[in-house]
């Protein structure tokens, strides 16, 4: 029988607390449940039991069966979110997990396999090359058929291309524009620190969160229509990259802020009958501390 996305968290919360407190048993009858588990992406995501089971196979609690029962179940995931997906560019089949289609058949029920069409691809304005019709598809430079001109350092490579997956996610414009701008976005961050240092690691991590962010598209679309021009995208910081409704919480939460730091009244005497044993001036403040009764009288 598979198993809840309610179960399949409580398993994987219950596998965590087995691991830190060194519960053995514990991990082996929730690994052996988990194998009845049939995988999709999100309820990996949901549930978070694919990092719980990944703990396993690095923690140094758990035995040597233990670590390749967790890699078994990891790679049988794979295969179980890998099968829902189907191979890009043919015609997979949505096939139903065998324990479900089994217990179909014993009631005679027709179990039915439907055919996933893939979304079209478009042809681009360079010769040979296609992009996906849909954002949802993920357009990376690999999928554009396109090639960034190397910059000589392969991390420096990679982020130009995390910078196009941004870029790309939500927009249909022409790939060679998009590679130009995450080109031009990549050379402006390096330009900063001269280096791959950590700093530059970083900037390239808010640069790409903030661009891909859900809930602020008007961040790269502002970019990808020129209002907010690459050079300027390059100095901003996280505030200036925020959304519009984020802007409005900060600045209600600053005005907060200020408020109180500007209301607090000084609950403090001050007296002349104390001197001061560092300046010996007389003009000193002071509180009372109150002690607690805690002889029940």
């Known amino acids: 029988m598979a198993l809840s996305a309610t179960t399949v968290g409580s398993l994987a919360t219950q596998l965590k607390k087995a691991l830190d407190n060194h519960h053995s048993s514990i991990v082996d009858d929730v690994l052996t449940q988990l194998k009845l588990m049939v995988a999709t992406a999100d309820l990996l995501k949901s549930t978070g039991v694919g990092v719980a089971v990944n703990k396993v196979r690095k923690h140094e609690a758990a035995s040597a069966d233990q670590k390749l029962a967790a890699k ?63 954002a949802t598809a993920g357009r990376t430079l690999e999928s ?54 950590a700093q530059y690691k970083n900037r390239v991590k808010t640069l790409k969160f903030n661009l891909s962010d859900p809930n602020n598209p008007d961040l790269v679309a502002a970019v990808l229509r020129g209002a907010i021009p690459i ?35 000084d609950t403090q005497a001050e007296t002349d009958w104390f001197q001061c044993s560092k300046c010996k001036m007389r003009k000193t403040k002071y509180y009372q501390m109150v002690r607690a009764n805690t002889s029940g009288r």
């Open 72 to 134: 078994a179940l990891v790679a049988k995931w794979k295969n179980d979110v890998n099968g829902a997906a189907g191979d890009i560019g043919s015609e997979p089949s949505r096939k139903v997990p065998a324990a479900v289609a089994a217990a179909k058949q014993e009631k005679g029920i027709q179990v039915e396999t439907r055919r996933i069409v893939p979304p079209p691809r478009r042809q681009s304005s360079i010769s040979g090359q296609t992009t996906p019709s849909s």
């Open 144 to 197: 554009d058929g396109l090639k960034a001109e190397p910059t000589g350092d392969d991390l420096r490579d990679k982020c130009v291309g995390l910078f196009y997956q941004a870029l790309a996610a939500t927009s249909t414009k022409d790939g060679t524009r998009l590679l130009r701008m995450a080109q031009e976005l990549e050379q402006r961050t390096f330009d900063e620190t001269k280096s791959t240092d």
């Open 231 to 265: 050079e300027m995208l390059s100095n901003m910081s996280t505030a200036d990259m925020a959304s519009a409704e984020r802007k409005a919480e900060i600045k209600a939460a600053e005005k907060i802020a200020l408020d109180n730091a500007t209301t607090v009244e």
